[in-house]
Nanobody
């Protein structure tokens, strides 16, 4: 079982930075990858960035060069460093973890944290 708790919500002016954190509890040995997704009002949830156990990352085109995902060695905490924020980055940001154990894949989500970018 994995629990995820996001933090770092905030209101920031366009062009500013913000860092989100996702604290994970539960067994590390089954974590395959973790990531950040976001959902703006009226939109579907979309990928922002992911990172695997071997630190391979994948970023959405819309955030390339502006957002950076990282984690500590034990994947206890996953960070999303956001820079050059735009009003269109306004959304609820969710942390996600994918585990694999005993032939079974499972997905866990955090409760979400609000990011609002003012123009």
């Amino acid at each position: 079982q994995v629990q995820l708790v996001e933090s770092g919500a905030g209101l920031v002016q366009a062009g500013g930075p913000l860092r989100l954190s996702c604290a994970r509890s539960g067994s590390i040995f089954t974590i395959n990858d973790m990531g950040w997704y976001r959902q703006a009002p009226g939109n579907e949830r979309e990928l922002v960035a992911t990172i695997t156990r071997v630190a391979s990352t994948n970023d959405a085109d819309s955030v390339k060069g502006r957002f950076t995902i990282s984690t500590d060695n034990a994947m206890n905490t996953v960070y999303l460093q956001m820079a050059s924020l735009r009003p269109e980055d306004t959304a609820v940001y969710y942390c996600k973890a994918v585990t694999y154990s005993g032939g079974t894949w499972k997905t866990y989500w955090g409760q979400g944290t609000q990011v609002t970018v003012s123009s």
